[in-house]
């Protein structure tokens, strides 16, 4: 079941295809549904999403289909396209779902804020998809990204502070001397600076008063790499 505001956004998504042949942008929709942040438009895209109503598209410039409509909508014939798919899908639009490297300047994008990170000791990995961060689209590149708060000071030597916002690209491979995040053993999370000695991995703090833990390859996992930061003063 959707909420009312779900479905006022699923249905102004499918109204604004019909009509234009592509999906809308996040301040259309915001504006449409009357809220005051972008963040309120990409949770409800992320429900609608898990809810299987809509899909986003990672290699069509973050396109974005429409798979279905609620039980009580019936899409108009002359756009309704079937999906040949065992899971019913009735409908299937797409169109430019606010690419970063095609927004213009000075543009926000909201990313995922999913907690706290250790700069100093580990902490458990946190995942956090109710709330939001509003990261410039000029600090971001293509793929997928998400934020991190960082907690401790043992990278303060290649200027990341404590309270510090790092915007991550999601990989799960990194070259030698990138600043990743880290999990240890899948249950630890850090951020350091990546370097690879032998068969063994280095992770590596910026700070000469933490060691330099070494593990071997198969306790360690990439899930990140740090490519901005944001900070408040």
Known sequence: MLTRKQHQLLLFVYDHLNKNGVSPSFDEMKEALGLKSKSGIHRLITGLEERGFIRRLAHRARAIEVLRMPNDVTPSPAVAQPV??????????????????????????????????????????????NTFVDVPTSLLGSGEHYALEVEGDSMIEAGILEGDTVLIERTDSAENGSIIVALVDNEEATLKRLRRKGGAIALEPANKNYETRIFPPERVRVQGRLIGLLRRY
Do not use: V
Request: net charge negative.
């Open 84 to 129: 040949a798919s065992q899971r019913g899908f009735t409908q299937h639009y797409s169109g430019p779902f606010e690419h970063p490297s095609a927004s213009n300047d000075g543009a926000m994008l909201p990313l995922p804020l999913f907690g706290r990170i250790a700069a100093g000791t580990p902490i458990e990995a946190l995942r956090d998809y």
